[in-house]
Each structure stands twice: as structure tokens, then as C-alpha cells.
């Protein structure tokens, strides 16, 4: 049975208000192209918008089908990758690389409650230090695509880096922040994250820029302010984590040379209760992408996708690659971890890569006494391999991803503990469960549906009841096409926890191969699957990224809203608007799919669609900004203004 909603009366596209415009202040100018870029991630809609919204209140949208009422006055908003300066063709490039575009959809309060919601789209890039100076200096920094290259652009790369540590020196650059990976609300600010430099604050709903912020701290005398000793660049993490009870905000700085990792907790009024303590035992630098939470531990995960410029110089790797044989380690240590008085735990697992975590929690005792930490997250084998396609080697200067071999592979379903006959590039949610006794890391498959950005309920987080993740499906890899998103996947991981612990309890699980893989088998895997999960395609030619949980409004009986009611958020892009990688016209259309979060599978359409008359590129990760956000917002910078 498929779920409608009545659709109300709609304006016809070309009668919607606001227009769009390259701004004043945008120095640089580039060229339409007649053809879509060659680098897969600057091809069709990979390729960078330049204009922006004019004005603060955007361009009124067109609705089909009815927007939730618990979303009226508040806002989404999705940051991505959007190149200022685009390279030329040949040249290097990566997909986490360019200044960070945000694009919000405002659904506007109204006057009268019994109006239809009316929806408003904005963008605006995100204008950090390193824009500023790119906007006027080009471009300020390494690629990351030379930098993920083979051994064989060694010199080149130690040349161009020598060269842009003299710009960045020259034109006093701050920091390589550009906001364009994830965001987050904290202190009455809406902050775009990158994990090279200090968060950007930004105003909302407008979206533009009001500065860059560090946590400091106000209101507090200059002789009590936190300033112990620690790195001399600011950097954050794109994947800072609030606590939902105490307010919290607890981040860490990956750093070059050791130590590896800085950690710091923010108090909800914004005093630095832990400031850039050292982790001294993290030994050696990887990427950090993200970490998990607990209301006792934090999690820290040292991948091993490494850096080692001289070893891999001499195995003709790039300076930064995934070992196969080193370990994937994790690192817990206490919420106020003090480096001079803690020690972190160290956890080990067979070799593997994590983008994102879900949720994580403590493991009790009947005591209460915590006996294991747990995490969920997406597990794939190795590094992704479609990420990195620019090779100087390969014809064009393109290639990389699977090889011709692999693609021809077939591969078995995750969930046996075989991990070997896997996908490698398949990125699974996996339970981690870290036993603070044994010291024994147990992993188990939730999930086989390959699927990044796992998002669930925050409000939530750190429950160990918690039930549900929503993740974007991976489309199937093509040679020489970046990474896309084609659906939603909701997973009932709780459902399999439970049938693993009455396995366990039955002494009918095994350690699969004796290295922590608790697995409950392909078959029992996928009943479960086909019992209490559900998966939406969103159609031919049409992807999307992260999809984004947003709570219904509390009930009016003040009893608790069921952990899954709400709404999913997720923009889409048809690329039948596309033509040999560029758009056909300049008639462009993203839509804002809302679905409703309890009913996700393929027999149910979105609750209402928000009809955007712009290319939205794809992009990361987003956030829902609350009418009382938004309102917190707006005073903070009216007090700004009358100091």
C-alpha cells in the first residue's frame, strides 16, 4: 500500500520569487563548459555551482504534498564541496576537497498556524579565511588528490607543498578550515566543519557568514581563561559530539607529528572543561575522521590509513594508504580525560576503515558497574577505493578505484565472518563491543546493505536501547565514476543484537576464526533484515546523500514520541537534466525528499516534496536548526551588534 499526502495548491516554478547571482565580492570567474569536467568528482553534478541566492530570504520553492507541522520555522541545511578555483582538466583533485557550500531550505513559520508551510531554498559558501585568500590569491592549498596519488608524483608533491607553505606564510593564512564536510549548533551558533582548521560560524536563516570560532571562552577574566599549553593551529573535527543531557560539546585535533590527537570537552555555556590534552599514546598518524561518545568514555579510532611518507615512498604507495596488515586500534579514554592522570585503553581488530560512527554506549553490570563499551558503525575492508581516482599513470590522468579483476568478482554477502570473500569496498554497520575486561574487541555484521553516513535519532544518542539507523545506500561502483547515493536504508540493529545475545546465551554463536568476529551468519542475517528493516530506492538516474532524522513535535498527552517518529530528510538530483556531464539547460530542478521515518521502504512515497529551481551538487552532511536555534541565533548577533 502506498502512503499520499493531499497536495495542496502550488505556484507554477516560474511564477516562485527570488533569483540567484555570482556575488560581488567573487573575484573569480570561470568559464561554462560545453562538456562535463573529466575528474569523476567535477563531472555532472559533482561539478561546483557559482551563484548564490540574492538577498537573505532565498527563492520560494514549490511544494507537492503536505510539509510536517512539526518542521514550521525551522531549517535544513547540507554543506558540501563546491571548488572556487576548479582545476583544470588532467590536473589533480579529490572529493572531500573545495570551499564548503551551504544550501538550507527555510520552512517559513507564516502568520497563522493553519497555512500551508511555505519553503524557501538559500545558499551561500561558506566564507572562512582560506575562501578569502583563494578568492583573491587562488588556490591556497595541497590538493588532496596528489596527495592520495602514487609514489611516482613524490617530488612533485614535496615541490607544490614547499610552494603553498610559502603562500599560506605569505598571504597569513589561518587555516585550511572551509566548512565544507559537516555542521553543528553549538552556543547559539551554527558552525560548518572541516577537519583542517577552526569551525565557521554562520547565521541562520540567511546562511551567511559571521565569522570563524574557536570555543572561546566569554565572560570569563583573562587569568581564568583555559589556556594550557597545546598546539599552535586550530583545528576541529568535522564530527564534534554534543551530549544530549549534559550539553557537552567534546571534539579532538588530529595533528602531523606526534602527538597525533588533541582532546578537548566544552561546557554547554561554552567554558573549556578539557582543552587540548595530548593523547601520547596514539603512535601513529592516521586519518580521524570521526569517534563515538559514551556518557562515561570517548572513543577514538586509529584506522590504518596511514601516513608515512618514507616507507610508503619505498613500496610505491602514496604518502598516505591503507595497511591491509596493520591493525584498525581504538582508543578509550575517560569523558575528562586528564593526560597527566589517564592512561587510554587500547582495543585492537583485524584491519579495517570507518567513516562514521552511529551511536555508542555503556555496557552495565547489575551493579551498574560498566563491563564493555559499544559502538556501531560502517566497517568496510580497506579505504575506499573509488574515493581516489586521479593517477597520473592512467590514461587522462584518471583511474584508480576497483580493479578490472575485482569488478568481475563475485563477491558473498557480509555476515558470515569471512570477511575476505566480502565486497572490500562495502561499507557495513558493524556493533563493536570493546570488553574493558578481556580487552577483547568483538565485531558483529548489523547490516547487509551497503550504506555511509549512518544517522539516527540524537536525541537519543548514546542510548543503549537505541534501535534504528538510516543510512545512504552506495550505488554500484562503475569504473571511473565517483562514489553515489542511491536510497535510504532504515536498520533495526537492535533486532540483531538481541538474536546475537540469545545466541550467545543458547551457545550457539562462535568466534568466527578466533579474531573477535561474532557473527550470526549470512542467512539468520538477512531473515532478520527481511523482518524488521526497510530499504527506498529513490529511482532511475537519481541520488541523494545523507538522510537526515528530524523528531516529530513532542505530544500533546506529554507521554514519549516512539525513537523512529519523525522524518527523514534528503536531497535528490535527477541526472536525466544532464547531458554529457553538464546540464542540458539552465532550468534546474533538487528536490527535498521528506519521508516519514516509520514508514521507509519502496511502497511508500515522501510526505511532501520541495521542489528547488537550482542544482544543488552533492554533498555531505546536514542539520536541522530549530525555530528556538534559529531565534538563539539571531540574538547573539544582535547583541553583537549593539556592543
Known amino acids: ?22 556575488a ?3 573575484k573569480v570567474r570561470t568559464k561554462d563548459r560545453t562538456e562535463g569536467h573529466p575528474h569523476p568528482y567535477l563531472h555532472g553534478n559533482f561539478y561546483p555551482v557559482f551563484e548564490e541566492t540574492v538577498g537573505d530570504d532565498g527563492i520560494e ?6 510539509i510536517p507541522e512539526s518542521l514550521r520555522g525551522s531549517q535544513y ?47 551561500r559558501w561558506a566564507r572562512s579565511d582560506v575562501f578569502l585568500k ?11 588528490g596528489l596527495i592520495m596519488a602514487g609514489a611516482d608524483v613524490f617530488w612533485g608533491l614535496i615541490i607544490n607543498m614547499v610552494w603553498y607553505n610559502l603562500k599560506a606564510m605569505l598571504y597569513r593564512l589561518k587555516g585550511q578550515g572551509n566548512g565544507n564536510t559537516a555542521l553543528t549548533y553549538f552556543g547559539s551558533r551554527l558552525l560548518a566543519l572541516q577537519e583542517a582548521g577552526r569551525p565557521i560560524e554562520t547565521s541562520v536563516p ?10 572561546e571562552e566569554e565572560n570569563v577574566s583573562a587569568d581564568k581563561v583555559n589556556k594550557k599549553k597545546g598546539p599552535s593551529e586550530e583545528i576541529c573535527t568535522a564530527h564534534p559530539k554534543i551530549d544530549p543531557k549534559t550539553g557537552e560539546l567534546i571534539f579532538y585535533s588530529w595533528r602531523r607529528t606526534h602527538p597525533f590527537a588533541y582532546y578537548s570537552v566544552i561546557s554547554a555555556d561554552g567554558r573549556r572543561l578539557v582543552w587540548e590534552e595530548p593523547i601520547n599514546s596514539l603512535e601513529r598518524g592516521s586519518m580521524m575522521h570521526d569517534f563515538a561518545i559514551t556518557p562515561t568514555y570517548s572513543v577514538l579510532l586509529n584506522v590504518p590509513y596511514i601516513v608515512d611518507a618514507p616507507k610508503h615512498k619505498k613500496e610505491g604507495k602514496p604518502i598516505i594508504a591503507f595497511d591491509p596488515d596493520s591493525p584498525t586500534r581504538f582508543g578509550i579514554i575517560p569523558r575528562h580525560f586528564d593526560a597527566t592522570k589517564h592512561e587510554a585503553i587500547w582495543f585492537e581488530s583485524r584491519a579495517c576503515h570507518i567513516f562514521h560512527t552511529a551511536n555508542a554506549w555503556d555496557e552495565t553490570d547489575a551493579e551498574g558497574n560498566v563491563i564493555a563499551v559499544c559502538m556501531t558503525a560502517g566497517r568496510s575492508e580497506r579505504f575506499l577505493t573509488d574515493i581516489n581516482l586521479w593517477q597520473p599513470t592512467a590514461p587522462n590522468g584518471y583511474g584508480g578505484g576497483k580493479t578490472e579483476e575485482e569488478y568481475q568478482k563475485q563477491y558473498s554477502p557480509p555476515g ?15 556493533l563493536f563491543r570493546f570488553d574493558l575486561k578481556t580487552k577483547e574487541t568483538q565485531t558483529t555484521t548489523l547490516s547487509t546493505a551497503s550504506a555511509e553516513f549512518p544517522g539516527i535519532n540524537w536525541g537519543r544518542y548514546m542510548q543503549p536501547d537505541l534501535r534504528y539507523a538510516y543510512g545512504a545506500t552506495i550505488a554500484p561502483s562503475s569504473p571511473g565514476v ?24 543458547a551457545g550457539q554463536l562462535k568466534n568466527a576464526g578466533g579474531d573477535g568476529q561474532w557473527e550470526l551468519g549470512v542467512e539468520e542475517l538477512q531473515q532478520i533484515e527481511k523482518a524488521t528493516g526497510a530499504t527506498h530506492k529513490f529511482g532511475p538516474h537519481t541520488f541523494g546523500s545523507e538522510a537526515l532524522f528530524v523528531p516529530n513535535a513532542p505530544r500533546k498527552d506529554g507521554k514519549e514520541l516512539a525513537e523512529d517518529d519523525g522524518y527523514l530528510l534528503v536531497y535528490v538530483y535527477d541526472e536525466r537534466q544532464m547531458e554529457n556531464g553538464v546540464a542540458k539547460s539552465k532550468s534546474q530542478v533538487t528536490e527535498l525528499w521528506i519521508f516519514d521515518a516509520k514508514k521507509v521502504g519502496q511502497d511508500y512515497e515522501p510526505v511532501a516534496k520541495v521542489r528547488i529551481p537550482r542544482r544543488v551538487p552533492y554533498g555531505f552532511h546536514g542539520l536541522h536548526v530549530t525555530p528556538e536555534q534559529i531565534q538563539a541565533n539571531r540574538d547573539l548577533l544582535s547583541r553583537r551588534n549593539k556592543a
Open 24 to 26: 560581488p565580492d567573487i
Open 134 to 144: 583563494a578568492n583573491k590569491h587562488g588556490q591556497m592549498g595541497l590538493s588532496l
Open 1 to 22: 500500500m502506498t502512503s499520499r499526502s493531499k497536495e495542496p495548491a502550488v505556484q507554477r516554478m516560474d511564477q516562485l520569487e527570488g533569483t540567484s547571482a555570482i
Open 206 to 215: 540567511s546562511l551567511n557568514t559571521t565569522g570563524e570560532y574557536y570555543f
Open 77 to 123: 541545511v547540507r554543506t558540501g564541496p563546491n571548488s572556487l578555483n576548479v582545476p583544470k582538466d588532467g590536473s589533480p583533485h579529490h572529493w572531500f576537497e573545495g570551499e564548503g557550500m551551504l544550501h538550507g531550505v527555510y520552512f517559513e513559520p507564516g502568520t497563522d498556524a493553519s497555512e500551508p508551510i511555505r519553503a524557501r531554498y538559500m545558499n
Open 416 to 430: 558470515s565472518g569471512d570477511y575476505t570473500r566480502q565486497d572490500p569496498d562495502g561499507t557495513y554497520l558493524t
Open 61 to 66: 520553492c514549490q511544494v507537492i504534498g503536505v
Open 482 to 505: 565517483g562514489a553515489k547515493f542511491d536510497g535510504i536504508v532504515k536498520t533495526n540493529f537492535q533486532a540483531v543484537i538481541e538474536r546475537k545475545n540469545e545466541l550467545l546465551k
